[in-house]
């Protein structure tokens, strides 16, 4: 087999500049929004710092044996599992969240580690040859391991994450080949789920188009009669889970459901949040001179709310460009996916795929208006080291597995 | 185990999909937000961010007629607490120092919680010096504690004026809901006198500062570097027609008495004083006005509040002969040679009116000089009702001088119409004879005798009585005077001229005033005693001076302390010598020295 040298074929280049160029607006955002914050004057070096060590991180990912990823899988997945029981005893709780541990004076957020460890493990156990995606047993497992770090994880409560762990382990088993059928009877409690957060309407909504669907599928009365119960069970559930939620987090739910019910309380920051962006106009404000960022009308801006500082200072031109780089992200990273020969990577790619992009349309869906308040950083964008350590690690993954698709041709 | 669903075509389609839809959706939604909707984002990005801060102009000053200032301005300190930075345990040391009670911090802050904790709350206005020094002196030790300078009203030149100056008080709801155009809540407003009747004038423009706020409404910097700040216009100046030599003298001659002293320059109608006693202290009401004083005064039954120049109604006694005199001379009744029989006493309608002497044959002059009641008696029957009270509404009686600091009562003149409703078509035509002299049913202000001594002064020309001469332009600092209306009674001048022998015999012949008698100046006046019947009569003067060319009138009512002769003549007396000899008793006492320095502190505040 000829081996081609070029360094278009052994590196993706449309992988890493769209992501330095995010990497770099981020930067400038976070300058920006610290700029007049003696609390966070040295975030900006911090993030810097920890993008210089996450791009060594990175290419090392990407050096090492493809075979690598699918062996470390398993530890992967324990290690993470364990720091998320370590973080609910001993965590540093920061805005009522269990969810940090402290490293030598960096905060670590063991979710992010368990966000990989999922996606590998998952990846590993529906590449088996002895996997059947269409028996319930192997759904079943798949489901289990998916949904052991997310009880640990809303235990936190860390409902953000929680999202994207959902949105991973639907599209892990969606790219596997779940049927549709499969996919109904791991979607629908999760939608009567949602549903009963809206009211009691909702949910027998919900529930009569379960049994409608459940009707249309014309499996047997057993059967039917279980998956039902199993979605009454999620609708219940998720009302219990809810009043177990701290009372921000439930008020965030609320304000997303009615947003002008609390405009100064948990509403304060998405209405901010859209004069932010809104104000910046076509050119935006300029860099240093948008009003709501230097004011601080958003608390802890340059975490979950960078987007805003972006949107302000550079205006619809700034937001369009960074849309576009993240569709270019995506896009390049399906493309792999469909384009990975080996089973195991072409999921893997997915689940990140899948992370990448539930943070995306959770934060800046958050930060326009049409999502609820839910903290979750931009990637690559957002301050946050441990959550731009893994995604360059999953990136260099990514390019790990660009660099030697030809091998398994 | 792989299906060939895995990877497929289709899910990948799905994929896609998925991810260009919410591309495009995000997309629209910015497009939305940014290019059509972006200026009512802006409006409310700028509305968030920059607060206007209302910059309280300086008030104009009162000047008096020789460009003394009389009211100024003077730097006051307020103590003021950040919520945010400020400890509550701080609070008994603070407390101890401003000489408040424990808990009046707790009161404040309490109050005012729902504001933000980065935005200073005054604690005390007016605070001491002292209190100022020590703040100084433990700034490190009283972290969110500060003071700021705010202007309120000073008195320089020693004189009250309580009532002719008035005084500002914090606007009331029902004022601010009818002049919502200019005022906030918390402004200051001319509540009284001049500061009330020419608020327009000293209020001056509002400036508007505007700063940036950060989102707990803590200023952070100015907008634009302050390029759009507005600066405040101060007001402008008053210059009185006081004289403020004359009201010193009234106010200190009216001490301890109940009364009233209004001095006018007749040419003009020009007021050179205006004093009602008993007063009350206008630094008291510099800022805040305390509770006690206020009640102090609300209580007192000799009722400080009350303007007695311009306000109290009370029979002007013998002092309206001199009417009655000009109206016979006028009118052709009598003439100098008319003379009426004195003797003790007469006979009218069934009734006897007193005389206080047997007085003999006299005329006009003398009857004025000896202030005969008999011959008044004779001749208000003479002259008949009709024009006695056309003659009284003539010189102004019965109705408002239109003063310029307004709150003014009418008094009362009595027509026929009246007493035909009070007792019939036949009423008691012995009336006739008291108001003859002054007494009775007929009412008069100490504003209207002014007026009307000025009339006789000047030989029936004056003009409206006023306080406030004009007000000088903020930027040259000249004079825009005010006009007023000129009175002219049409009446020949010899005929005031006989009025006026009388009146100077009054003080200078053997009549009623003798002792006011002066030998530098020449003073002309009437005295008059009403009767009163819920104690001692009230004591009146009226005068002018000099004789010759009357450069003075004076009015003085003094309640319930018997003749006018014995207690209000002198006051008069006073307030003319202030007036004239004004260089003579300056040299006389020494104190221009400190009168040049008040001058000066006035001017420099003023400025």
């Known amino acids: 087999m000829r081996i081609d040298y070029k360094l278009k074929d052994k590196f993706d280049l449309g992988l890493l500049i769209p992501v330095a160029i995010l990497f770099c607006i981020g930067l400038l955002a976070i300058y920006s929004s610290t700029l007049n914050n003696p609390h966070a004057s040295g975030n900006f070096h911090k993030q810097l710092i920890w993008g210089i060590g996450s791009f060594i991180i990175f290419f090392v990912v990407y050096s090492v044996p493809t075979n690598t990823f699918k062996t470390v899988a398993v530890p992967t997945y324990l290690i993470s599992l364990l720091f998320l029981m370590v973080v609910l005893v001993i965590g540093k709780r920061i805005s009522g969240q269990k969810s940090w541990l402290g490293l030598e004076g960096l905060g670590f957020q063991p979710s992010e580690l368990a966000k990989l460890g999922t996606v590998l493990i998952m990846s590993a156990f529906l590449s088996r040859k002895t996997t059947d995606i269409d028996t319930f047993k192997d759904i079943f497992i798949a489901l289990a391991i998916g949904f052991i770090p997310v009880i640990l994880i809303m235990l936190e409560p860390d409902l953000g994450t929680s999202f994207v762990f959902f949105g991973l382990i639907l599209a892990i088993l969606f790219w596997k080949g779940i049927s549709l059928f499969g996919l109904f009877v791991v979607l629908s409690p999760a939608l009567l789920a949602v549903a009963s957060l809206f009211g009691t309407l909702y949910f027998i909504g919900g529930l009569i188009f379960v049994i409608i669907s459940l009707i249309l599928f014309k499996k047997d009365i057993f059967f039917s009669g279980s998956i039902l119960a199993l979605n009454l069970a999620a609708g219940f559930f998720t009302n219990y889970v809810y009043r177990a939620l701290s009372l921000h987090q439930q008020t965030r739910i609320r304000s997303f459901i009615n947003p002008s019910a609390d405009p100064l309380g948990a509403g304060y920051n998405a209405i901010q949040a859209k004069v932010a962006i809104g104000s910046g106009g076509l050119l935006g404000k300029g860099f240093l001179a948008g009003s709501q960022t230097q004011l601080q009308f958003i608390p802890e801006q340059w975490t979950d709310f960078i987007y805003c500082v972006i949107g302000e200072e550079f205006g619809f031109i700034g937001t369009i460009i960074t849309l576009g780089l993240f569709l270019y992200l995506f896009i390049r990273l399906l493309r792999l996916a469909t384009s990975a020969k080996d089973e195991f990577l072409s999921l893997t790619l997915i689940g990140i795929l899948s992370i990448y992009f539930i943070h995306f349309i959770i934060n800046v869906g958050m930060v326009i208006g049409i999502m609820p308040v839910i903290g979750l950083p931009l990637p690559f964008v957002s301050y946050g080291g441990s959550s731009l350590l893994l995604n360059m690690i999953m990136l260099g993954i990514a390019a790990n597995v660009y660099r030697t698709r030809k091998n398994y041709t | 185990m792989s299906t060939d669903r895995f990877a497929s075509i289709q899910r990948k389609t799905i994929i896609y999909f998925i991810v260009i839809g919410c591309f495009a959706l995000f997309g629209f939604r910015l497009f939305q937000m940014q290019i059509i909707e972006h200026e009512s984002y802006s409006e409310k990005a700028a509305n968030n961010a920059i607060k206007g801060i209302e910059l309280t102009p300086l008030r104009g000053v009162f000047y008096d007629r020789n460009m003394n200032v009389v009211v100024s301005n003077v730097p006051a ?31 404040i802050l309490y109050g005012n919680r729902l ?231 007469q006979d009218f309608y069934g009734r006897y009116f007193k005389c206080d002497a047997v007085h003999g044959t006299l005329n006009v002059i003398h009857g004025i000089e000896h202030s005969c009641n008999v011959f008044f008696y004779n001749l208000i029957y003479k002259i008949g009702m009709t024009k006695w009270d056309e003659y ?32 019939g078509p036949d009423w008691p035509k012995s009336i006739m004879a008291s108001l003859g002299i002054g007494q009775g049913e007929v009412n008069v202000t100490p504003i209207q005798l002014a007026q ?44 005031f001229n006989i009025v006026k022998e009388g009146m100077f015999l009054v003080v200078n012949g053997s009549g009623t005033a003798v002792s006011i008698k002066s030998k530098d100046i020449q003073i002309a006046g009437k005295t008059g005693t009403a009767q009163n019947p819920h104690g001692k009569n009230h004591a009146l003067f009226i005068g002018f001076a000099p004789f010759d060319n009357p450069k003075i009138a004076v009015a003085v009512f003094v309640e319930n302390v018997g003749f006018g002769a014995t207690y209000a003549a002198p006051i008069a007396k006073k307030m003319i010598e202030a007036y004239l000899l004004k260089d003579k008793i300056k040299k006389e006492n020494n104190s221009k020295v400190s009168d040049v320095k008040d001058k000066l502190i006035g001017e420099s505040l003023a400025n």
């Not at chain 2, 600066?231 to 004289?243: A, E, Q, R």
């Not at chain 2, 109290?312 to 002969?321: D, R």
């Open chain 2, 392 to 423: 009284a509404k003539k010189f102004g009686f019965g109705q408002i001088t239109h003063i310029d600091i307004g709150d003014e009562s009418k008094g009362f003149i009595p027509t026929p119409e009246y007493y035909q409703k009070l007792y």
């Open chain 2, 452 to 495: 009307y001594v000025s009339l006789i002064a000047n030989d029936g020309v004056t003009y409206t009585p006023h306080l406030v001469r004009g007000y000088l332009t903020t930027d040259t600092k000249k004079l825009v005077p005010f006009s007023y209306k000129k009175i002219d009674l049409g009446i020949d001048s010899s005929v």
């Open chain 2, 115 to 345: 504001f933000s904790k980065y935005v200073p709350i005054r604690i005390k206005r007016g605070i001491d010096f002292k209190v100022v020094s020590w703040l100084e002196e433990n700034e490190e030790h009283l972290p969110g504690v500060d003071y700021i300078v705010e202007m309120q009203r000073g008195y320089p030149a020693g004189i009250r004026g309580s009532h002719m100056f008035g005084y500002t008080k914090e606007i009331s709801p029902a004022l601010l809901e009818k002049h919502k155009e200019y005022y906030k809540p918390g402004d200051y407003i001319g509540y009284s006198g001049i500061e009330k009747a020419y608020e327009k004038f000293l209020r001056g423009k509002k400036g508007y500062e505007y700063v940036l706020v950060d989102s707990r409404r803590r200023e952070i910097g100015r907008f634009k570097n302050g390029a759009e700040d507005v600066p405040s216009v101060k007001g402008d100046d008053l210059v009185l027609t006081i004289d403020s030599d004359v009201q010193r003298a009234a106010e200190e001659a009216l001490k301890g008495f109940r009364g009233a002293a209004v001095a006018i320059e007749p040419k003009t109608g020009e007021i050179l004083a205006l004093a009602s006693a008993p007063d009350f202290d206008l630094n008291e009401f510099s800022y805040v006005t305390s509770k006690d004083y206020l009640q102090k005064l609300y209580n007192d039954p000799d009722k400080p509040f009350f303007n007695r120049a311009t306000m109290a109604a009370n029979p002007p006694g013998s002092t309206f002969k001199p009417m009655e005199a000009i109206c016979a001379l006028n009118t052709g009744t009598i003439t100098t040679a008319t003379t009426f029989t004195c003797r003790g006493g």
């Open chain 2, 77 to 107: 300190y307020t103590l003021r607490i950040t919520p945010a930075e400020y400890d509550t345990s701080l609070n008994k040391y603070l407390e101890a120092v401003l000489g408040e009670e424990p808990g009046y911090i707790n009161k």
